[in-house]
């Protein structure tokens, strides 16, 4: 039988900005880079969109999403709030506390305007079911995108034949 | 729970023996578990034999490692973009 490793998830990238200004980017501005169109709560099936993501800058803030029709869908607690150095938080992401994933990421400087960002993934397993059905969203969105896209592409080239 | 069925097949007896919480929860999570493709389970007599479910447990993983793959390669694209935009 193949063993799956249940070891944190741990994704390092460099960026050509300060650690100050890294994490302001990551946490204040997080709804300008996440995907929001295919990784939250939001329901797509359900016609539910995910319009805003915002993380209160705090420990024990909340981190939330914004649904289309106003509604408010907690992801998890702010566990670390270190500006230029160390954010963290649960991403249950609708889960019970018990369920709870750790998502966590340090700022490290490289140079005045260059860092080096680590995002570690605890207990990743625990996602269960909300992570199947991120899972289906996306991949919904993806068939959308693909069929929709590729099938005008189609059409268009047929037309033009 | 994925601690006690690192060990090896267990019944929710045995899976909830280990937690701070009540057998109906367990059975209720395991039940989502299942449902998302990460726990198989099996009659053995009358009890139910709850098993890690290898193949579901690496989808879930390679997903999530390439989820974060994209999303910080987006976030150094905006961080980088906003820098020149300044």
């Known amino acids: ?161 | 729970m994925f601690e006690t069925l690192r060990a090896g097949p267990a019944s929710v007896g045995e899976i909830a023996a280990g937690l701070p919480v009540s057998r109906p929860a367990v059975s209720q999570h395991l039940k989502a578990l299942k449902q998302a493709g990460l726990v198989r389970d099996e009659a053995r007599g009358t009890a139910r034999i709850y098993r890690i479910h290898a193949e579901g447990l690496r989808e879930l993983r390679d997903w999530l490692d390439g989820f974060w793959d994209d999303a910080l390669a987006r976030f150094k694209d905006y961080a980088e973009s906003e820098d020149e935009r300044r």
């Open chain 1, 1 to 161: 039988m193949s063993v799956v490793e249940i070891s944190p998830i741990v994704k390092s990238i460099d960026v050509a900005r300060s650690a100050g200004d890294a994490f302001r980017m990551f946490t204040a501005e997080i709804d300008k880079w996440y995907p929001l169109e295919t990784h939250t709560r939001a329901k797509s099936s359900a016609g539910e969109k995910t319009i805003g993501l915002k993380v209160e800058p705090r420990v024990g803030g909340r981190v939330f999403e914004t649904l289309n029709d106003g509604r408010e869908l907690d992801w998890g607690q702010v566990t670390a709030y270190q500006p230029g150095a160390h954010f963290a938080m649960q991403w249950r992401l609708g889960r019970p506390a018990a369920d709870a994933t750790d998502v966590s990421v340090r700022f490290e400087a490289l140079s005045d305007a260059s860092c080096r960002v680590t995002l570690t993934h605890e207990n990743w397993e625990r996602m269960g079911e909300e992570g199947a059905k991120m899972r289906e969203n996306y991949n919904n969105g993806w068939v959308t995108v693909f069929e929709q896209r590729f099938g005008e592409y189609v059409a268009d080239l047929r037309r033009d034949a």
